[in-house]
C-alpha cells in the first residue's frame, strides 16, 4: 500500500515560515511525480506544488514566488519551505503523488495567524 507521513506544520505568524516534509519512499523509489495539496475548513483540497523526480516544479498562483518545492530522492524524502506565509494559506497539508492515489496520509496543520 502506498504510504504518505506529513510532517512540520504548526502555529505561525503572518510574514512567517515553515519547512513541512513527506516520507514517500515507494512513490520516489519509483520516480512518480510528486504533489504538495492542502485543504482548508469547507474547502475542496487543491494542488500547491509539483516536482518531478527530474525536477521540475510547477506551483500554483497563489504561492508562487513564496513557496519551494524541493526533493530529496536518496532520503525518499519531499519538502514545502513555505515563506511569508499568509492567513489564507491555512489548511491542512497533503503530500500524494500527481495524478493522486486514495490512499492519503493524515496530513500536516498549518495555522498562519497572529
Known amino acids: 500500500q502506498v504510504q504518505f507521513v506529513e510532517s512540520g506544520g504548526g502555529l505561525v505568524q503572518p510574514g512567517g515560515s515553515l519547512r513541512l516534509s513527506c516520507a514517500a519512499a515507494?512513490?520516489?523509489?519509483?520516480?512518480?511525480?510528486m504533489g504538495w495539496y492542502r485543504q482548508a475548513p469547507g474547502k475542496q483540497r487543491d494542488l500547491v506544488a509539483t516536482?518531478?523526480?527530474?525536477?521540475?516544479?510547477t506551483y500554483a498562483d497563489s504561492v508562487k514566488g513564496r513557496f519551494t518545492m524541493s526533493r530529496d530522492n536518496d532520503k525518499k524524502m519531499v519538502y514545502l519551505q513555505m515563506n511569508s506565509l499568509k492567513p489564507e494559506d491555512t489548511a491542512v497539508y497533503y503530500c500524494?503523488?500527481?495524478?493522486?492515489?486514495?490512499?492519503w496520509g493524515q496530513g500536516t496543520q498549518v495555522t498562519v495567524s497572529s
Open positions: 500524494n503523488r500527481v495524478p493522486t492515489v486514495p490512499s
Open positions: 516536482r518531478t523526480s527530474g525536477g521540475s516544479t
Open positions: 515507494r512513490s520516489i523509489e519509483r520516480g512518480y511525480t
